[in-house]
C-alpha cells in the first residue's frame, strides 16, 4: 500500500468520533448538543461524567498512536510517520461522519506525539497541566501548550525541516480549534473546569 493511502487511513482513523459515540452509548444524549458542543473528552466529561470521559479520552490518544504505528507499516520515512499522525488530528478535528465538525485535536496529537516525540509531548504535557491548576481553564491550557509544543520538538529533538513544518501546521489547526474559546475568553465567559466562570 502507498504512503498516500495509509495518509486517507490516518484520516479516518482519526474521524472516529469517540466522544460522540460514547456519550450515545451512555443514553447522555449528542455530545453536540451539550456544553460546547464540541466533540471531544472535555465536552464527554460535561455530559457524561469521568466515567465516560476518561475512556474517551484514551481512545482519541490512541488514534494518534495507530495511525502512526500503520503508516510505519509502509513507509518509515519520519516525514511521512509523522504526517499520518498529523492526518488523524485533521480526521479528528474535521470528521466525515459528522459533517466535518469534530473536536479539537489535542488528545490525538498527544498520542501521535508520544510515539514519535517523546520527551517534547512530556514536556508539552508538564506545561499544560500547570497551565491548568494556574488557570483551570482547559482551553487556556490546550492553546499555551500547542503554541509551546514546535519550540519543545525544535529544543529537545533533531526534526528536519519538514517535520518541524508539519509540527507547526499541527500546532496551529489544534489553536485555530478553538477560535470559539478564545472569543469567550476575551468576553471572560470561557467556563473554568472547576470554580465555575472567570
Known amino acids: 500500500m502507498r504512503p498516500e493511502v495509509m495518509l486517507v487511513v490516518g484520516y479516518l482513523?482519526?474521524?472516529?468520533?469517540?466522544?460522540?459515540?460514547?456519550?450515545?452509548?451512555?443514553?447522555?444524549?449528542?455530545?453536540?448538543?451539550?456544553?460546547?458542543?464540541?466533540v471531544g473528552a472535555t465536552n464527554a466529561l460535561r455530559a457524561g461524567g469521568w466515567k465516560v470521559a476518561v475512556p474517551v479520552a484514551l481512545a482519541d490518544v490512541g488514534k494518534g498512536v495507530l495511525a502512526v504505528l500503520l503508516m510505519r507499516q509502509v513507509a518509515l520515512h519520519p516525514a511521512w510517520v509523522l504526517a499520518a499522525g498529523v492526518a488523524a488530528v485533521l480526521g479528528h478535528c474535521f470528521p466525515v461522519w459528522l459533517r466535518f465538525s469534530g473536536g479539537?485535536?489535542?488528545?490525538?496529537?498527544?498520542?501521535?506525539?508520544?510515539?514519535?516525540a517523546l520527551p517534547a509531548a512530556?514536556?508539552?504535557?508538564?506545561?499544560?497541566?500547570?497551565v491548568l491548576v494556574v488557570?483551570?481553564?482547559?482551553?487556556?491550557?490546550?492553546?499555551?501548550?500547542?503554541?509551546?509544543?514546535?519550540?519543545?520538538?525544535?529544543?529537545?529533538g533533531q526534526p528536519s525541516l519538514a517535520e518541524m513544518a508539519i509540527t507547526v501546521v499541527?500546532?496551529?489547526v489544534i489553536i485555530l480549534r478553538h477560535h470559539?474559546?478564545?472569543?469567550?475568553?476575551?468576553?471572560?465567559?470561557?467556563?473554568?473546569?472547576?470554580?465555575?466562570?472567570?
Do not use: H, Q
Open 122 to 130: 512530556l514536556a508539552a504535557a508538564a506545561v499544560w497541566v500547570v
Open 170 to 172: 499541527a500546532a496551529a
Open 135 to 156: 488557570f483551570r481553564i482547559v482551553s487556556v491550557a490546550s492553546v499555551v501548550a500547542a503554541a509551546a509544543f514546535p519550540a519543545l520538538v525544535y529544543l529537545l
Open 180 to 198: 470559539a474559546n478564545i472569543r469567550r475568553l476575551v468576553r471572560g465567559e470561557e467556563p473554568r473546569l472547576w470554580g465555575g466562570k472567570p
Open 13 to 38: 482513523v482519526g474521524s472516529i468520533p469517540f466522544a460522540y459515540l460514547f456519550v450515545k452509548l451512555a443514553g447522555r444524549g449528542d455530545v453536540r448538543r451539550i456544553g460546547s458542543g464540541n
Open 104 to 116: 479539537k485535536g489535542v488528545a490525538t496529537a498527544a498520542g501521535v506525539y508520544l510515539t514519535l
